[in-house]
């Protein structure tokens, strides 16, 4: 697989689209083969992350979140997965070498910059198109570098902990992996491991690849001690990882398997894992879906607060909007595999311009409505397999036009809103090439169940 760049002036993003955007996802399309068919569980979604920004993906249960999430990574299982297509585009940081993370006036107070390009490591070449700053397309590398992005660059911490944890390793064991697997370097010159081989019998032992022979060199007395140094090391990352996350006494919980702790012990462990080489992205698939309220309130507290320590970016995905509106910079509303809206959290909680979000915040504001009585989105989500060519909304919108059965809409900026919805009501019929009748109207009021 040959590597995309895309060049510091977004020539594959839209103009509206920011510069600073550490992921930016572009038409990305991602199917299941069925046996009824082409299943379209993605379907040409768009969004963009800024550096230090959490966006809230939003939408009900099997809406596609939990698999854009995932193609980010490369975890959809092919086949039946097909990457269909788009781009996800991604310019990972660095600290700042000036200030150290701290902010100066190089980094403009940020503490970080752009991590250079690992072609020419800086100086411009024709890869990076001579911008010197590295941006790969997550869809479009090989296998051996995505193993390197995923868990050092960009994390995940996904919904069930206790099918994500391995049952028959430690908490310890599994969280070492990490720095095993990307840290490995930085291990060997604290234990004092010199030359390249003793590295290199090392790591292939840390990922089960090492034979008998050089299992029984690690083990002779000079080796031995080096190793015991070395452990002790990765020991001291693993407990200081966990205590990142708040879990007392970590070094006892590192012994523990994931069976012996609690749900919410269990969710730390998972963010301990996600943050142990402090990513620069973080992607939490419902991390809190599982938990009582009170732990809820403390798992997204710890998110908050992990993400300003380490200055990473966050993808929060939840179905629950109270949860998003509390945690989140910007919202995108998803819909059927598709982006409905998209726009900063007060906007849209405030003033929302797609009929579905606006069935969304209806059916979960009980103000005003009578006791017994909830606001309903009538209908049901349509079928994915082929999907027709039109507005995935329309058969349950309360304003549907014929226009919304022949095309599908857009995600663009509407007037007077700033954010982007993907709807024709904000569509002028000549600049569509449609008859005024044929386009929607003001929307009528949800019914009540």
Aim: aromatic fraction near 4%; charge should be positive.
């Amino acid at each position: 697989m040959t590597q995309r760049v895309v060049d510091s002036r977004g020539d594959e993003s839209p103009s509206h689209h920011s510069k600073s955007a550490i992921l930016r996802v572009e038409n990305l399309r991602v199917h299941f083969r069925t046996k009824r068919g082409i299943a379209h569980a993605v379907d040409g979604v768009s969004f963009e992350i800024g550096n230090g920004e959490t966006l809230g993906l939003v939408g009900e249960t099997g809406c596609g979140k939990s698999v854009t999430a995932r193609s980010l990574l490369r975890l959809v299982p092919v086949p039946p997965g097909i990457y269909a297509g788009g781009t996800a585009t991604f310019s990972p940081t660095t600290a700042c070498p000036d200030c150290s993370g701290t902010g100066c006036s190089v980094c403009a107070d940020k503490g970080y910059t752009a991590a250079p390009c690992s072609n020419c490591r800086g100086a411009g070449c024709e890869t990076c198109r001579q911008s010197g700053e590295e941006r790969v397309d997550l869809l479009d590398i090989s296998d051996r570098r995505m193993r390197a992005i995923r868990g050092d660059h960009i994390a995940m911490v996904f919904q069930d902990p206790d099918k994500a944890l391995n049952p028959s390793l430690t908490v310890g064991k599994q969280i070492a992996e990490v720095f095993t697997q990307h840290r490995s370097g930085d291990l060997l010159r604290e234990a004092g491991f010199d030359g390249r081989r003793p590295g290199r019998i090392y790591r292939r032992d840390a990922r089960g690849r090492a034979s008998r022979l050089e299992r029984g060199l690690l083990g002779l007395p000079p080796m031995r001690r080096k190793m015991q140094r070395l452990e002790a090391a990765l020991n001291d990352r693993v407990a200081a990882a966990l205590a990142d996350t708040n879990i007392p006494n970590p070094r006892k919980v590192m012994n523990s398997y994931p069976h012996e702790l609690s749900g919410g012990m269990k969710q730390r462990v998972m963010i301990a894992q996600a943050i142990a080489c402090e990513p620069n992205l973080l992607i939490a698939d419902e991390p809190t879906t599982a938990l009582d309220v009170t732990i809820q309130a403390r798992i997204l507290d710890l998110i908050t607060e992990l993400k300003e320590r380490h200055r990473a970016s966050v993808l929060y995905i939840s179905h629950d909007l109270a949860v998003v509106r509390s945690v989140s910079d910007r919202v995108a509303v998803m819909y059927a595999g598709r982006i409905a809206e998209v726009g900063p959290t007060d906007q849209i909680m405030s003033d929302p311009q797609h009929p579905y979000t606006r069935g969304l915040l209806a059916a979960s504001k009980p103000t005003g409505q009578t006791r017994g009585k909830l606001m309903t989105i009538k209908g049901t989500v349509p079928e994915l397999i082929e999907p027709p060519p039109s507005c995935r909304f329309s058969t349950r919108c309360p304003n549907a036009a014929p226009i919304c059965d022949q095309v599908q809409p857009e995600l663009a900026p509407r007037a007077p809103s700033t954010h982007e919805v993907a709807c024709f009501l904000y569509e002028n019929h000549e600049t569509l090439g449609a008859r005024a009748e044929d386009m929607p109207v003001e929307e009528t009021p949800w019914q009540r169940l």
